[in-house]
T-cell receptor, first 114, second 109 residues
Framework: DAMVIQNPRYQVTQFGKPVTLSCSQT?????MYWYQQKSSQAPKLLFH???????NEADTPDNFQSRRPNTSFCFLDIRSPGLGDAAMYLC?????????????FGPGTRLTVT | GQNIDQPTEMTATEGAIVQINCTYQ??????LFWYQQHAGEAPTFLSY??LDGLEEKGRFSSFLSRSKGYSYLLLKELQMKDSASYLC??????????WGAGTKLIIKP
């Protein structure tokens, strides 16, 4: 089945220790998104890629970086995680940008910072 | 600014009907989505409305009034598995999704 896959599902890292979250998709969608979601809050868009075109949200901290080496994979790098970065990180895809197409979500990675 | 409002939490009884409201103020409008999110899981797509009126899909229906900036999600014949958060999201003029914080629906036997 075509899908969005995130690894790992649960990640524990130490304060200040860099961590990378990964996302892959078999949907062949052009757009990939990274969201941060804290408990009982709306998902917050961090970045999105339209193909290789990178779009950073204005309020995304510099501590967060992203890479998309090819259509299928996208990575979220947190350079120096703080306690406030503990959250669920959701990867999503959509077929095209600028359309009304729904977004397909991966299962998420729950990040704990100790 | 852009804003999506929905109730924080609602409680309903198994077998009953519940309506979850969403009001929005956004820069432009290219449609409204409802997503279901079970605790600790990713959101899953329920419905999309871009024209005024009611869209029915099985036990779930979604209504939109663009002039009022208002939508609701109607869930019929509630089942225990419907206990989840329901997120309203609006696609703005830049085709960015603006999300509400979600409504936690608790179903009681």
């Amino acid at each position: 089945d075509a899908m969005v896959i995130q690894n790992p599902r649960y990640q524990v890292t130490q304060f200040g220790k860099p961590v990378t979250l990964s996302c892959s998709q078999t949907l062949n969608h052009n757009v990939m998104y990274w969201y941060q979601q804290k408990s009982s809050q709306a998902p917050k868009l961090l970045f999105h890629y339209y193909d290789k075109d990178f779009n950073n949200e204005a309020d995304t901290p510099d501590n967060f970086q992203s890479r998309r080496p090819n259509t299928s994979f996208c990575f979220l790098d947190i350079r120096s995680p703080g306690l406030g970065d503990a959250a669920m990180y959701l990867c999503a895809t959509s077929k095209e940008r600028g359309t009304s197409g729904e977004q397909y979500f991966g299962p998420g990675t729950r990040l704990t910072v100790t | 600014g852009q804003n999506i409002d929905q109730p924080t939490e609602m409680t309903a009884t198994e077998g009953a009907i519940v309506q979850i409201n969403c009001t929005y103020q956004t820069s432009g409008f290219n449609g409204l989505f409802w997503y279901q999110q079970h605790a600790g899981e990713a959101p899953t797509f329920l419905s999309y409305n871009v024209l005024d009126g009611l869209e029915e899909k099985g036990r779930f229906s979604s209504f939109l009034s663009r002039s009022k900036g208002y939508s609701y999600l109607l869930l019929k014949e509630l089942q225990m598995k419907d206990s989840a958060s329901y997120l309203c999201a609006v696609l703005d003029s830049n085709y960015q999704l603006i999300w509400g914080a979600g409504t936690k629906l608790i179903i009681k036997p």
